[in-house]
Every structure is written in structure tokens, then in C-alpha cells.
């Protein structure tokens, strides 16, 4: 049977495949120009952390690719579950993002429960920036090397401490595992930021501290820390000198620190995208090359599917420290 459609409705049919047709030419349109207003990235840390650090300048890197704002915030509290959960309630159209570091795939090994859905609400866009550990202590300490940091601790029991930016931080969880391979005996002293540890450690508030090198390089090079020892299985070229942990005894810690970017779930693809074709462009230029260098770390991209993986199976070793340390969820 031939039906044929009434004039008054082909040209209802015709107006609204149109209207279908112009309203995704338009959305098209619009993700294609992402960004087209300031982008706001929220920190969860104090200033001056190597988040804190590295982002923002990630952030000005984009800011002069894309030709708009890229801005940093820093929202710190709760182990980074308050700026978190800011972003998890935010627009999912891709001008507010997280930044964070492997301290995010701790969190499930930290808290009871989360205030947002650990595996739906924050989609991972890409992982940019890996930096070893650096065990450092004050430059004018008495430890010259790892070994003599493990003999005192042995000597004196319950006589040594740490510092981190708080429990349940990647310094933190790193350190605890250091002391179940090393037989390192230490307190952990938490402050409210991996700065104010610094600070702390430079003042002989605090003995030794662990934290990625974006955090501490400047104050090495400043020749206010001495580096001890750096995970990974080479040495930096910012300090050819400092022995990798397997080199200086300590064998089987490979803890790597990343820094990466999450957005709300319910982003638009395209613009997340976009995001990972920028941050790709960005840690492929010489300046973000150098200043990777510079700080011990590289600048490599993992993202997509590949981000999520990597940070499930964070959160699986991380599951073994926390047990082995029996640090209890709160």
C-alpha cells in the first residue's frame, strides 16, 4: 500500500527533522568550540603542594592553547573528599574539573563511605604527570643516606617521625609502605597540607617526610632538603647524584605519584575529549618537557579507559598497605 502523506503533514515531518537536524548541528556546534568561558579546576589541597604545583601550570598551558581561562581553586579539607564531592555536584559541561593524584585511588581504603559514588560520579580524563617518591630530609640533618635513617630507627625505637598532609594522602601510604619493606620505624605527624609538612621538616619539626618530587625539588635545589633516595628504577636527571630506593638497599618499593583531571559524570564526550587532546598537545610541548624534567617527573598521558583501569588497580595495592599497616577506615 502507497501512503502518502498529506501535504500539511510532510511539511510538519520535514519542519521537524529539520528542527532535529539544527538542534544537533547546534550542540555539535557548541562542544566543538569548547571552551568558550573560563574553566575552573578545583585542588582539594592547600597551595603549594605538588598538585597544587603542577596544576597550575598544566592550567596556564591550556589557558594559552585554548585561548580561554583555565583557573585553579584550591578547596582543601577531608583528605581532598571536600573538593571532591564540590566537583562530583557540579554542571557536568566541563568548565569545573578536578585535580588529583594518586591520593584519589587511596580514598576507598580511607573512608567507610564517601559522599559521592567513588566508581560513577567523577569520570577520570586523563593522568599527565608521574613523579617518583623523594624520601627528603632537612639539609643540614645527620642522615646522609637511607641506611642511616633505617640503623637509627632501629637503634631508637619510637624515636623518629614523619610528616605528610594528612592521613590517608598518597606521603602517607607511601611511607607506610617504605616502613613494611624497610623495617623503618617512624611516627606519622599529619599537617593540613604537603607544604606545611615541608616547612615543618625544614624547621626540625619533624625528621623525615616522603612526597613527590614536584613538592620538594624546589626546596632541594634551594639547598634547604637533602634527597636520600627516589622510587622508580632510574635516576633523575634533576639529581643524578640520589640513588634510587633499589639502589640504596631497599628493595621491592615502586610507589609513583600521578597527577590527573576528573569531570562530573554526564560530560558531554566531546568535550572531555577535547580536554585529552589538549593535555596531550600540552605534555608534548618543550616548555611543559622541561618543567616536568625539572621536577623529577614525566609527562606522559594516560587516559580514557586506560586511567580508569590503572586507578582500580591503585586501589587494589593500596588495599594491601592499609592492611598491612592496619590503618582503620573512618
Same mark, same amino acid.
Given at each position: 500500500?502507497n501512503?502518502?502523506?498529506?501535504?500539511?503533514?510532510?511539511?510538519?515531518?520535514?519542519?521537524?527533522?529539520?528542527?532535529?537536524?539544527?538542534?544537533?548541528? %547546534?550542540?555539535?556546534? &557548541?562542544?566543538? $568550540?569548547?571552551?568558550? *568561558?573560563?574553566?575552573?579546576?578545583?585542588?582539594? !589541597?592547600?597551595? =603549594? +603542594?605538588?598538585?597544587?604545583?603542577?596544576?597550575?601550570?598544566?592550567a596556564?598551558?591550556?589557558?594559552e592553547?585554548?585561548?580561554?581561562?583555565?583557573?585553579?581553586?584550591?578547596?582543601?579539607?577531608?583528605?581532598?573528599?571536600?573538593?571532591a564531592?564540590?566537583?562530583?555536584?557540579?554542571?557536568?559541561?566541563?568548565y569545573?574539573?578536578?585535580?588529583?593524584?594518586?591520593?584519589?585511588?587511596?580514598l576507598?581504603?580511607?573512608?567507610?563511605?564517601?559522599?559521592?559514588?567513588?566508581?560513577?560520579?567523577?569520570?577520570?580524563?586523563?593522568?599527565?604527570?608521574?613523579?617518583?617518591?623523594?624520601?627528603?630530609?632537612?639539609?643540614?640533618?645527620? %642522615?646522609?643516606?637511607? &641506611?642511616?635513617? $633505617?640503623?637509627?630507627? *632501629?637503634?631508637?625505637?619510637?624515636?623518629?617521625? !614523619?610528616?605528610? =598532609? +594528612?592521613?590517608?594522602?598518597?606521603?602517607?601510604?607511601?611511607?607506610?609502605?617504605?616502613?613494611?619493606?624497610?623495617?623503618?620505624?617512624?611516627?606519622?605527624?599529619?599537617?593540613?597540607?604537603?607544604?606545611?609538612?615541608t616547612?615543618?621538616l625544614?624547621?626540625?619539626?619533624?625528621?623525615?617526610?616522603?612526597?613527590?618530587?614536584?613538592?620538594?625539588?624546589?626546596?632541594?635545589?634551594?639547598g634547604?632538603?637533602?634527597?636520600?633516595?627516589?622510587?622508580?628504577?632510574?635516576?633523575?636527571?634533576?639529581?643524578p647524584?640520589?640513588?634510587?630506593?633499589?639502589?640504596?638497599?631497599?628493595?621491592?618499593?615502586?610507589?609513583?605519584?600521578?597527577?590527573?583531571?576528573?569531570?562530573?559524570?554526564?560530560?558531554?564526550?566531546?568535550?572531555?575529549?577535547?580536554?585529552?587532546?589538549?593535555?596531550?598537545?600540552?605534555?608534548?610541548?618543550?616548555?611543559?618537557?622541561?618543567?616536568?624534567?625539572?621536577?623529577?617527573?614525566?609527562?606522559?598521558?594516560?587516559?580514557?579507559?586506560?586511567?580508569?583501569?590503572?586507578?582500580?588497580?591503585?586501589?587494589?595495592?593500596?588495599?594491601?598497605?592499609?592492611?598491612?599497616?592496619?590503618?582503620?577506615?573512618?
Amino acid at each position: 500500500m502507497n501512503i502518502q502523506l498529506k501535504p500539511s503533514r510532510r511539511a510538519a515531518t520535514v519542519l521537524c527533522l529539520l528542527t532535529i537536524s539544527c538542534a544537533g548541528a %547546534f550542540n555539535a556546534s &557548541a562542544q566543538a $568550540v569548547y571552551p568558550e *568561558k573560563l574553566v575552573k579546576i578545583v585542588v582539594p !589541597y592547600p597551595p =603549594g +603542594g605538588a598538585v597544587d604545583q603542577v596544576t597550575r601550570r598544566v592550567a596556564q598551558k591550556l589557558t594559552e592553547q585554548t585561548g580561554q581561562s583555565f583557573i585553579v581553586e584550591n578547596k582543601a579539607g577531608g583528605t581532598g573528599t571536600i573538593g571532591a564531592l564540590q566537583v562530583a555536584r557540579s554542571a557536568p559541561d566541563g568548565y569545573t574539573l578536578m585535580a588529583n593524584d594518586t591520593t584519589y585511588s587511596i580514598l576507598p581504603n580511607v573512608f567507610k563511605k564517601l559522599p559521592w559514588d567513588y566508581d560513577q560520579d567523577l569520570v577520570p580524563v586523563a593522568a599527565f604527570n608521574f613523579a617518583p617518591m623523594a624520601l627528603v630530609v632537612a639539609a643540614d640533618s645527620n %642522615f646522609k643516606t637511607v &641506611a642511616d635513617l $633505617v640503623a637509627y630507627s *632501629k637503634s631508637n625505637p619510637g624515636k623518629l617521625n !614523619y610528616g605528610t =598532609g +594528612g592521613a590517608g594522602t598518597t606521603p602517607h601510604f607511601s611511607t607506610e609502605a617504605l616502613k613494611s619493606v624497610s623495617k623503618l620505624d617512624a611516627t606519622h605527624v599529619p599537617f593540613k597540607g604537603a607544604g606545611e609538612a615541608t616547612l615543618a621538616l625544614m624547621g626540625h619539626s619533624i625528621d623525615f617526610q616522603i612526597a613527590s618530587t614536584p613538592g620538594v625539588m624546589g626546596q632541594v635545589k634551594g639547598g634547604k632538603l637533602r634527597l636520600l633516595a627516589i622510587s622508580g628504577d632510574k635516576r633523575l636527571k634533576a639529581a643524578p647524584d640520589t640513588p634510587t630506593f633499589d639502589e640504596a638497599g631497599i628493595r621491592g618499593y615502586g610507589v609513583i605519584n600521578f597527577t590527573g583531571l576528573w569531570l562530573p559524570k554526564g560530560t558531554p564526550a566531546a568535550v572531555v575529549q577535547r580536554l585529552q587532546k589538549e593535555i596531550g598537545v600540552a605534555m608534548a610541548s618543550v616548555d611543559i618537557q622541561k618543567f616536568a624534567d625539572d621536577l623529577g617527573a614525566v609527562p606522559k598521558v594516560v587516559d580514557g579507559a586506560a586511567f580508569a583501569k590503572m586507578l582500580a588497580e591503585n586501589t587494589q595495592l593500596w588495599s594491601k598497605v592499609a592492611a598491612s599497616a592496619q590503618i582503620d577506615k573512618q
